[in-house]
């Protein structure tokens, strides 16, 4: 047998093994969906890996079957609701009297030390409070419905700052400006107000769960069905103690929106980034302080391009995306597999794929094994939904492409 007819033989199985393992490889686009994080932008500068953290170096890949009535529901930016309010008080001036603004009966009012003497603190109790409603004073505890001290709180298991004080008012206290006064105060006061039964509702919330750094988000605030108020500030914090104003302006449909372009490496660290709301109405008697908080993140990779759909001849199906890397780090792919059983499309699957990735062009690649595309029960067409890019260094999101591809076969 000659030379030429040896390697014409070794081509042929060679190009036969290849067959055998992938039958069929299929290009596809990523479709875009209006809740999708894409980098615009990416940073060259490596992630501070988070403290204690020993980050893999080995790649991983792994898949598994998701139970038949698993339900999988798009994670939306979260609202909070609040009938609350904080202010700080100077001692001079809790112990002359400050006043506060209710809106209903039974409000809830705490009072925490902020700095002094801590042991003068505990000595306080909440016969000490003094509270003037209606032109009448009431002394300590015949104004509450119940109160707790400093020893008490803590017995209950909270975790309030020592030296705490917390009580309701009676029910009998009509709702309106009250002054509360604590003649012993040697110190400031951080004073809370939460009104259970209150009509008068702040809501606070973004239009995203993760802020890319260089994009813009928005922050919306609205009290009641978007009535108007006297003034409304805000915050945001970040994990390093930076702080960045909010200024918002009412829009069309009556809700308060402030524009942030976000600057996350001068944010860095771990833990969320914390958004904070004042809003004062109705002549000042409506007083209102929300909270909520988003991830943060700096795009460091992105999805390049499309995906390749890769079929094996055991019923394997792998889907190869393209990377385009800016800062080396260990990035993760992971997504769901969508697919039709009894004519109705499921969630059946999922994988996840990480490594090291260098700058340059880089892939990444989730295989549903064929045990697991066995398992799952689906039948094509497939789809690959909330395809997520994340630096491991940082734990944090870099893409989400919800809609993901669609795999026809």
């Known amino acids: 047998m000659n030379t030429k007819t040896i390697l014409s033989l070794a081509l042929a199985f060679a190009l036969s093994g290849t067959a055998a393992a992938a039958r069929m490889e299929t290009d596809l686009a990523i479709e875009p969906d209006a809740g999708d994080i894409v980098a615009t932008s990416l940073v060259t500068a490596k992630a501070a890996p988070l403290p204690g953290a020993q980050m893999e170096t080995q790649p991983v890949r792994f898949s598994w079957v998701l139970p038949t009535d698993q339900k999988i529901a798009p994670q939306e930016p979260f609202v909070r609701e609040s009938k609350e309010y904080w202010t700080r008080v100077p001692g ?100 809370h107000v939460f009104e259970p039964n209150s009509s008068e509702l702040l809501r606070l919330g973004m239009d995203r769960i993760v802020a890319s750094h260089g994009q813009t988000y928005k922050v919306f605030a609205s009290l009641n069905a978007n009535e108007a108020v006297d003034s409304i500030d805000g915050m945001v914090t970040a994990p390093n103690g930076a702080t960045f ?63 390749k759909a890769v079929h094996s001849n055991d019923g394997a199906l792998a889907m190869r995306f393209k990377l385009r890397v800016a800062a080396e780090s260990r990035f993760e ?71 993901g591809v669609r795999v026809d076969r």
């Open 92 to 191: 001079a001036e809790l112990a002359k009297g400050t006043t506060l603004h209710t809106t209903s009966r039974g409000a809830l009012i705490r009072l925490s030390p902020v700095g002094g003497d801590a042991k003068a603190a505990h000595a306080l109790s909440a016969d000490d409070i003094v509270i003037t409603a209606a032109g009448k004073a009431i002394q300590g505890r015949a104004a509450m419905a119940n109160a707790a001290d400093d020893a008490e709180l803590k017995m209950a298991g909270t975790d309030f700052p020592d030296g705490t004080l917390a009580f309701q008012l009676k029910g009998d206290i009509a709702p309106g400006a009250i002054s509360l006064s604590l003649p012993k105060a040697a110190q400031d006061y951080l004073v």
């Open 245 to 307: 104003d909010l200024a918002f302006k009412r829009g069309a449909d009556g809700r308060y929106v402030a524009e942030v372009r976000h600057d996350a490496l001068a944010g860095t660290g771990p833990g969320l980034w914390e958004v904070h709301a004042f809003a004062s109405a109705k002549g000042a008697s409506v007083q209102r302080d929300a909270q909520t908080a988003f991830s943060s993140s700096v795009p460091r990779a992105q999805f390049a391009g499309g995906a």
């Open 333 to 403: 792919v992971r997504g769901t597999l969508y697919g039709m059983d009894g004519g109705k499309l499921r969630p059946a699957a999922q994988a996840s794929s990480a490594a090291v990735l260098n700058p340059g062009a880089a892939e990444l690649q989730l295989v549903f094994d064929a045990a697991t595309m066995a398992k799952a029960g689906v039948v094509g067409p497939f789809q690959i939904r909330d395809l997520t890019l994340i630096d491991q260094a940082d734990l944090s999101t870099v893409e989400l492409r919800r809609a």
